[in-house]
T-cell receptor
Framework: RKEVEQDPGPFNVPEGATVAFNCTYS??????FFWYRQDCRKEPKLLMS???SGNEDGRFTAQLNRASQYISLLIRDSKLSDSATYLC????????????FGRGTSLIVHP | DVKVTQSSRYLVKRTGEKVFLECVQD?????MFWYRQDPGLGLRLIYF???????EKGDIPEGYSVSREKKERFSLILESASTNQTSMYLC????????????FGPGTRLTVT
């Protein structure tokens, strides 16, 4: 059973579209949540942390739903440069700081 | 700005060779990690270290060992490389505790022939 699950996609959207990804996790004791962006043949880089109250950074909004055990990432007004793979990561649970990563969701934004 | 560097971007080795992958971070982070990333399988944790000379097995430690003699350096060793170890290897570091994100190096694409 996978601990952190993501729809691999690809999500194929036109420029300007709004797109949302979800990431479900199985460990209810998880404490910290993150979204990373990974460009082709590059390393993952932190996009944003996910706070209990939800948080927004420009066109990006992240939310946490503890009751249903998922986090979400919403991208508004998609740009061509948003094309990448988006990885979610879930830390903690039982005192562990070792993150568990999802396998990523591929986003392709086309003109 | 955190910087994590890896010794090689691309490496080609022969089956049976001993391979050393080096990772250095400059932010005095306690935690360091080695992952491999394969298409369709995502990031898989090989080993991690939470302090100098301390190491813990991750999900797929077989065929690998690690060394952490200094805080800033974490080495991954393939004792006898095999073709199924052809992969992208990513090193990461993070501060102590569970609330922190990881910082990744640029990766080493290893091909074992």
């Amino acid at each position: 059973r996978k601990e952190v699950e993501q729809d691999p996609g690809p999500f194929n959207v036109p420029e300007g579209a709004t797109v949302a990804f979800n990431c479900t996790y199985s460990n209810s004791a998880s404490q910290s949540f993150f979204w990373y962006r990974q460009d082709c043949r590059k390393e993952p880089k932190l996009l944003m942390s996910v706070y209990s109250s939800g948080n927004e950074d420009g066109r990006f909004t992240a939310q946490l739903n503890r009751a249903s055990q998922y986090i979400s990432l919403l991208i508004r007004d998609s740009k061509l440069s948003d094309s990448a793979t988006y990885l979610c990561a879930v830390n903690g649970g039982g005192g562990s700081y070792i993150p568990t990563f999802g396998r990523g969701t591929s986003l392709i934004v086309h003109p | 700005d955190v910087k994590v560097t890896q010794s090689s971007r691309y490496l080609v080795k022969r089956t049976g060779e001993k391979v050393f992958l080096e990772c250095v971070q400059d932010m005095d982070h306690e935690n360091m990690f080695w992952y491999r990333q394969d298409p369709g399988l995502g990031l898989r944790l090989i080993y991690f270290s939470y302090d100098v000379k301390m190491k813990e097995k991750g999900d797929i430690p077989e065929g690998y060992s690690v060394s952490r003699e200094k805080k800033e350096r974490f080495s991954l060793i393939l004792e006898s490389a095999s073709t199924n170890q052809t992969s992208m290897y990513l090193c990461a570091s993070s501060p102590p505790g569970q609330g922190y994100e990881q910082y990744f190096g640029p990766g080493t694409r290893l091909t074992v022939t």
